[in-house]
């Protein structure tokens, strides 16, 4: 056992409409459920910092394979008294955080997402560092969360060492 912590096992979202925020992320490939259901002990809010108990639906979508790199998605009930942060929808802000995923083709997935309710989505642009280029973009899910896009093989996130002792692969 060692005392280091896992890899980031998932992003939650907290989303107005969750079938809409599903369809996003299955656009994205995002194709499996690892868990769905309803959140109803008072646990589930008390830990969000609530002392109002409303139960919420969740969804945690994922790709084919090992149980990380997972999207959850959490609807909390209407009436929660919770803050509703407004919607981004341009370019990031101090204190956005990007989800990035790795594709292998950038346009075929921009294509999906934007059918998929993309509420801003620019065209990708070589992204240039010293020892490579590749294709990104930025854009906003349904509910304005930032993402970044990388086209490159997706296998590469199975790599152990750092991004520089590749550059001469």
């Not at 002392?51 to 945690?60: A, K, L, S, V, W």
């Not at 997972?70 to 101090?94: C, N, S």
């Not at 930025?138 to 199975?158: A, F, H, I, W, Y």
Request: with cysteine; proline share 7%.
């Amino acid at each position: 056992m060692t005392d280091l912590p896992s890899a980031l096992i998932r992003a939650t979202i907290f989303v107005r409409d969750l079938d809409r925020a599903t369809a996003f992320y299955r656009a994205l490939g995002l194709s499996e459920t690892y868990f769905e259901g309803m959140l109803d002990h008072p646990s589930a809010t008390s830990i969000l910092g609530f002392t109002d108990h409303r139960p919420f639906r969740i969804r945690i979508v994922k790709r084919p394979g090992p149980n990380y790199g997972m999207v959850g998605l959490f609807e909390m009930d209407a009436e929660q008294t919770a803050e509703a942060v407004p919607a981004a929808t341009g370019p990031a802000r101090f204190g956005d955080v990007a989800l990035v995923f790795y594709v292998t083709d950038i346009h075929a997935t921009l294509i999906a997402l934007r059918a998929a309710g993309a509420s801003w989505s620019p065209e990708p642009e070589a992204f240039v560092m010293e020892h490579r280029s590749q294709l990104e973009v930025c854009l906003r899910d349904c509910d304005g969360v930032l993402l970044n896009l990388v086209e490159t093989d997706p296998s590469q996130q199975e790599r152990t060492r750092p991004e520089l002792d590749y550059s001469e692969d």
